[in-house]
């Protein structure tokens, strides 16, 4: 669809995606270089087509949001086309099913959840590699036994990724790699952040022809 689109509509598609939703349309003029009437003749082109939705608010302006097919056009929305067996292959028909618009249309992503981007080895048996990125959610408490989790080592100023284990008064903090031993603290001690419930991660580059 997008490249059906006058380069204008276009342009003002992929605006919105970069200044996040939603978008005032006093904004999208600003960064395009364009005049207010210019962008809303388009906005109003786009509502039509099904692209944007408007909602007009007299002491904020108009806000812009992308709807689903926005989204596809801007090309940011990913096609799921099925599934791969990771055992015995099966016949991959490669229709369309859906389209991914959004992180929490693959993943269990709740308000309040945050990506971080890992650095280091030490959850690697798990799969996460430097480089890879973890959705983790903040909670109040304390995690369950086993459970991934971002937490504040005593006498630290950063957050590191570990399994945590309470034993007693005693806190376990493990790593996915046996080149790190388990660190062991008072609970009181320890300060968890979040727990991880979801990992994005890329295929590494020894593994990539032509990478």
Known sequence: MA?????????????VAELGEPALAADLARALGISRQGVRAQLLALERK??????ARPRHGTLVRLTGAGRRATGRALPLVGEVAAGPPVFAEGA??????RLSDLLPVEPGDFLLRVRGDSMIGLGIRPGDYVVVRPF???PPNGAVVLVLLPGEETATLKRFFRRGGEVALRSENPAYPELRYPAGAVR????????LGV???????GA
């Not at 099904?50 to 909602?55: I, N, R, S, W």
């Open 3 to 15: 490249t059906r689109l006058p380069p204008g509509q276009r342009r003002i598609l992929q605006k």
């Open 50 to 55: 099904g692209l944007v939705a408007l909602d």
């Open 96 to 101: 369309v099913e859906a389209y991914a618009e």
């Open 140 to 142: 109040q408490g304390e």
């Open 192 to 199: 968890v952040q979040g727990e991880v419930v979801a990992h």
């Open 203 to 209: 295929l590494p580059r020894g593994l990539r022809p």
